[in-house]
């Protein structure tokens, strides 16, 4: 009988074992890490396409993350998180302030933030099928702009996985 018991405790312990691992190997977070600029972002998101580097020599950069929410009728609907960068342009553009058009557009806000001790603009839109968030940091004679846009039943999962970017995000 004490063999008995050993063995079903050695078996209760091995699938314990096991689904703790298969938990911690879908839980936590990716590292991005090109040139200049390093983050993390949840594993439920996948590298889509990158274009560019992120080093200082490049004139653009850009990497795009995707994940899939269900809709009410169980149809998944792709969410994007894009990272760009690109080197300031010399000279002047005569253009509108961001303010002026943001605030022609409905839904929308503006604000300031800080990311890693550097300032950001962050300008969201909330309508009624989509929501999108766009932060633009000014660093290096470059300018980082991080946007993600999804549908609007996915905005609270959303907003998780991009502040997790911003607040790991290093540019050197």
Not at 11 to 26: E, G, P, R, S, Y
Not at 147 to 156: D, H, Q, R
């Amino acid at each position: 009988m004490d063999r008995n018991q050993y063995l079903l405790s050695g078996i209760i312990i091995l699938v314990v074992f096991v689904v703790v691992l298969i938990a911690f190997a879908f839980s936590g977070n990716n590292t991005f890490n090109s040139g200049t600029v390093s983050f993390e972002y949840p594993k439920a998101w996948s590298q889509n396409s990158m274009v560019g580097n992120f080093n200082s020599s490049s004139l653009y950069s850009e990497v795009t993350f995707t994940t899939n929410y269900p809709d009410a009728n169980g149809q998944n609907q792709p969410a994007y998180i894009i990272i760009q960068m690109q080197q300031k342009a010399k000279g002047t553009l005569n253009l509108p302030s961001t303010n002026s058009i943001v605030m022609n557009t409905s839904n929308s806000s503006v604000s300031s933030t800080s990311v890693n001790n550097v300032s950001a603009a962050q300008i969201g839109n909330f309508g009624s099928n989509l929501a999108s968030k766009y932060t633009v940091i000014d660093k290096n004679n470059f300018y980082y702009v991080l946007t993600y846009i999804c549908p609007i039943y996915a905005v609270n999962q959303t907003e998780q996985s991009y502040n997790n970017i911003l607040k790991t995000l290093k540019i050197s």
